[in-house]
Nanobody, 128 residues
Framework: EVQLVESGGGLVQAGGSLRLSCAGS????????VGWFRQAPGKEREWIST????????YYLDSVKGRFIITSDDAKITVYLQMNSLKPDDTAVYYC?????????????????????WGQGTQVTVSS
């Protein structure tokens, strides 16, 4: 079974940056996709960003566009989320998830149902 491990979370001041990593155990660079989600205390899980492996197209939630950048290193089976200009509202547990490229295009990158495998999450706290 595919395993995903997130890392890179921590405590940062508003305006600062963090880079999250999502390391996978299995990944098909022609068919698989990886997305990032987050969940803040008392709130529902929220999709943030996705990258499709075949064309490296990037998808973003409007509120993170221009601040977050998703990239992938297929050889390392790792997807990164560079987070800049962080705000206290970005405080949450961040999860990565793996699915299929075709499902992103058919159902949308923000549909959590298309992701088959999930990591355990990494905490990001942004202080004001």
């Amino acid at each position: 079974e595919v395993q995903l491990v997130e890392s890179g979370g921590g405590l940062v001041q508003a305006g600062g940056s963090l880079r999250l990593s999502c390391a996978g155990s299995e990944f098909d660079s022609g068919t698989d996709t990886v997305g990032w989600f987050r969940q803040a205390p008392g709130k529902e899980r929220e999709w943030i960003s996705t990258i499709t492996s075949d064309d490296h197209r990037q998808y973003y939630l409007d509120s993170v566009k221009g601040r977050f950048i998703i990239t992938s290193d297929d050889a390392k089976i790792t997807v990164y989320l560079q987070m800049n200009s962080l705000k206290p509202d970005d405080t949450a547990v961040y999860y990565c998830a793996q699915g299929r490229n075709w499902a992103v295009r058919h159902y949308g990158a923000d549909d959590a149902r298309i992701y088959d495998y999930w990591g355990q999450g990494t905490q990001v706290t942004v202080s004001s």
